[in-house]
Antibody, heavy 121, light 108 residues
Framework: QVHLVESGGGVVQPGGSLRLSCAAS????????MHWVRQAPGKGLEWVAI????????NYADSVKGRFTISRDNSNNTLFLQMTGLSAEDTAVYYC??????????????WGQGNLVTVSS | SDELTQPPSVSVSPGQTARITCSGD??????AYWYQQKSGQAPVLVIY???KRPSGIPERFSGSSSGTMATLTISGAQVEDEADYYC???????????FGGGTKLTVL
């Protein structure tokens, strides 16, 4: 059974930093590109960042570029998001998810339950 | 532009057909995906690669794409289909991803 479990969220002051983790199990983690997606309270989904299966390629939304860093530890099946220079606009539920891949006509698409980050003084 | 534009809301009566559109300049070259999100839950993939339906998704869900517009169609919408729906695609350079703003579907 596939599990993606985010952790590391909480309340942080403006200008502060936080590191989110996403522990993966039940699938071959190092075969999948991974995303972070966020959702501000009452708002829509916003794509944040992507990392390739081996960590060699990373891309970011313009809204977080230069402040957030996505990384992964394939030996421990864990995805990370290091967030710095946080502002109220970064307040959101952060989801980790797999890149959609189609294997034998079956799409594989897994999401975590989400982790709330609140930026407030 | 890599933006995807959706109507904020669509409303239908039970049993009617709901159509949710998604427009974007990159859609002629990139696949569209559709997610359903119910309150407090993670998104669920309901259509992938423009028009394919994952197993377990009811047959009333279908997708199509033509030019710069993708469409999610729910034929015979049910009350349980009430949710927010998001289109999703790859940016024109292939590196970024983008979600549409979301459409709230009301079935009543």
């Amino acid at each position: 059974q596939v599990h993606l479990v985010e952790s590391g969220g909480g309340v942080v002051q403006p200008g502060g930093s936080l590191r989110l983790s996403c522990a993966a199990s039940g699938f071959t983690f190092n075969n999948h590109g991974m995303h972070w997606v966020r959702q501000a309270p009452g708002k829509g989904l916003e794509w944040v960042a992507i990392i390739s299966y081996d960590g060699s390629n990373k891309n970011y939304a313009d809204s977080v570029k230069g402040r957030f860093t996505i990384s992964r530890d394939n030996s421990n099946n864990t995805l990370f998001l290091q967030m710095t220079g946080l502002s109220a606009e970064d307040t959101a539920v952060y989801y980790c998810s797999t890149e959609v891949v189609v294997i034998d006509a079956t799409p594989l698409d897994y999401w975590g339950q989400g982790n709330l980050v609140t930026v407030s003084s | 532009s890599d933006e995807l534009t959706q109507p904020p809301s669509v409303s239908v009566s039970p049993g009617q057909t709901a159509r949710i559109t998604c427009s974007g300049d990159a859609l002629p070259k990139k696949y569209a995906y559709w997610y359903q999100q119910k309150s407090g839950q993670a998104p669920v993939l309901v259509i992938y690669e423009d028009n394919k339906r994952p197993s377990g998704i009811p047959e009333r869900f279908s997708g199509s794409s033509s030019g710069t517009m993708a469409t999610l169609t729910i034929s015979g919408a049910q009350v349980e289909d009430e949710a927010d729906y998001y289109c999703y695609s790859t940016g024109s350079n292939g590196n970024h991803r983008v979600f549409g703003g979301g459409t709230k579907l009301t079935v009543l």
